[in-house]
């Protein structure tokens, strides 16, 4: 098929696939979610994506890069690039592991520090979230979302 002889897709059609798409507008949603914890989040200089990450290094660290990786969801490239971005914050170190081929990252000092001033504005930013759905309404968006990652992790 030559280009003069597509056709354009059907209008009707792609309205309906960007109005049921989960990727779309599963997306869409996080963009603005995200939004609005980093608005809340800037007076502690964090990011929503880097609070997270020294949150789940916080908790499941030390740990290898790869790990990391896996239990964020994250692809290595971008999680790299978040995790330099941290350590030259000071707030986390990068070393090697007893294996040379792993990368260990760890939360120091500095990155403690910073959780601790970051956590009041999460609060603010999470009760945005909470107030605005209702109780039942956010129970129900955590559950859906689990739901939804079990069911990727099964695919």
Known sequence: ?????????????????????????????????????????????????????????????????TTLAKKTRMDRTTLGRNLKLLEKKGMIRIKQGDDQRVREVSLIDYGKESIIKAIPYWKEAQGLIESGLGEEGMKNLLSDLSAVISLVRKL
């Open 1 to 65: 098929m030559t280009k003069k002889q597509l056709k354009d897709p059907d209008m009707d059609r792609c309205v309906e696939i960007g109005r049921i798409c989960a990727c779309a507008n599963l997306r869409r949603a996080a963009r603005a979610v995200t939004q609005i914890y980093d608005r809340s989040l800037r007076p502690s200089g964090l990011r929503a994506t880097q609070f997270a990450l020294l949150m789940a290094v916080m908790v499941l660290g030390p740990l290898p890069v």
